[in-house]
């Protein structure tokens, strides 16, 4: 069974750094791309970020390019969101989601979703 | 502002058909793929249409995903209660330099 385990989110202060997880099982990491999407309170989906499955291929949302980066350990199974200089736009829920087999653009698979708040 | 538009709510009794329209240009709809997603409330999003018109396993064929040109469409036959949901369409944007993009959603209640 396909499983994606998100963690890492939480209160954060404006200004301040936070670094998502997502753990993965059930298939092989190695073998698919990766994605960050987030969902502020009430609001819509917005696809953050991409990562292609060796890591060489990376793309970000316009609204995110430069502070966050994503990145991935295909030994750990593990995807990773490292964030910085965090916003309170940036308050959202942030899901990890994999590609629909060989459909890279297609989001097959999701996680349960960590629910990052910036506030002081 | 997304780069695809969706009417933000749509609506239909038991058994009804429904569409959800999504709107685009030819840098995005007119040149890509479009995907659907089911949210149900609570929940993480669900693929339920990849390729315009493909359904994954386990996706019951009420539902349907149909594009021309620079539009389109979900239908949804024999609506039941439980297809009360936001449903969200997705593609990628060749003018952008970012992952894909999503339509701001569209609220479906079944009346």
């Known amino acids: 069974e396909v499983q994606l385990v998100e963690s890492g989110g939480g209160l954060v202060q404006p200004g301040g750094s936070l670094r998502l997880s997502c753990i993965v099982s059930?298939?092989?990491?190695?073998?698919?791309?990766m994605n960050w999407v987030r969902q502020a309170p009430g609001k819509g989906l917005e696809w953050v970020s991409y990562?292609?499955?060796?890591?060489?291929?990376?793309y970000y949302a316009d609204s995110v390019k430069g502070r966050f980066t994503i990145s991935r350990d295909n030994a750990k199974n593990s995807l990773y969101l490292q964030m910085n200089s965090l916003r309170a736009e940036d308050t959202a829920v942030y899901y990890c989601?994999?590609?629909?087999?060989?459909?890279?653009?297609?989001?097959?698979?999701w996680g349960q979703g960590t629910l990052v708040t910036v506030s002081s | 502002q997304s780069v695809l538009t969706q009417p933000p709510s749509a609506s239909g009794t038991p058994g009804q058909r429904v569409t959800i329209s999504c709107s685009g240009s030819?840098?995005?709809?007119?040149?890509?793929?479009v995907y659907w997603y089911q949210q149900l409330p609570g929940t993480a999003p669900k693929l339920l249409i990849y390729?315009?018109?493909q359904r994954p396993s386990g996706v019951p064929d009420r539902f349907s995903g149909s594009k021309s040109g620079t539009s389109a469409s979900l239908a949804i036959s024999g609506l039941r209660s439980e297809d009360e949901a936001d449903y969200y369409c997705?593609?990628?944007?060749?003018?952008?330099?970012?992952?894909?993009?999503f339509g701001g959603g569209t609220k479906l209640t079944v009346l």
């Open positions: 390729s315009n018109n």
């Open positions: 059930g298939f092989t990491f190695s073998s698919y791309e």
């Open positions: 990562i292609s499955s060796r890591g060489t291929t990376i």
């Open positions: 030819s840098s995005n709809i007119g040149s890509n793929y």
């Open positions: 997705s593609t990628w944007d060749d003018s952008l330099s970012g992952p894909g993009v």
């Open positions: 989601a994999r590609s629909y087999g060989d459909y890279e653009s297609a989001l097959g698979y």
